[in-house]
């Protein structure tokens, strides 16, 4: 009667411990899942970011040197032409991705650069207006060598600058330092 106790107590007792290996395996095999879908999740957002990323210096570097080419202190005969600005869909795609993805740190760059384009295209604007009434023989109010003043000391530079900012800050977060 002994050994029979002996033996149920036994087959108990490794019972008891086979279930509870098999839920902490369980368990240790549900942790593992969830960190690799969050790790695969982490990875997935981190790819569009980078995306977001290069397409928004893409899309700077695109806009800042039309800004240093509107209207050259020294030009060629004829005038070099502007290269084309960027489709305003893919302007548009561009901020979105950014609005999405990017920090809250490069968003708010972004705005301040973006602004600084915004001044040197109403300058552009200005200097077409002006040369639209020289042509026309009709008087206007801009004062054309302190708007090419501005746009030389002031905007040109002020872009230039953001623009530099931006991508400083863009490359630390890519590269983990952020």
């Known amino acids: 009667m002994a050994v029979a106790s002996v033996g149920v107590t036994g087959i108990v007792v490794t019972s008891l411990t086979g279930s509870k290996a098999r839920a902490q395996a369980a368990e240790l095999a549900e942790k593992q899942r969830v960190q690799m879908e969050k790790a695969a999740v982490d990875a997935r957002n981190q790819q569009r970011k ?19 080419m509107l209207r050259p202190s ?11 600005l960027p489709e305003l869909k893919e ?3 561009t901020q979105a991705r950014l609005l999405a993805y990017g920090s809250e740190n490069v968003a708010s760059l972004w705005d301040a650069w973006n602004g600084s384009i915004n001044d040197v295209r109403r300058a552009g604007r200005k ?8 042509r026309r ?18 905007l040109r530079p002020r872009e230039l600058e953001r623009r530099k900012r931006l991508a400083d800050r863009i490359n630390a977060e890519l590269a983990g330092d952020a």
């Open 50 to 68: 980078a995306e977001a990323y290069v397409q928004c210096l893409e899309l700077a570097e695109q806009l800042g040197h039309w800004a240093q």
């Open 74 to 84: 020294w030009d060629t005969y004829p005038p070099a032409e502007l290269p084309p």
């Open 91 to 93: 302007q548009a795609a």
């Open 137 to 154: 023989q009709t008087s206007t109010r801009i004062d054309e060598p302190e708007v090419i003043r501005e746009l030389e000391d002031e």
């Open 127 to 134: 200097l077409d207006v002006y040369d639209a009434a020289i």
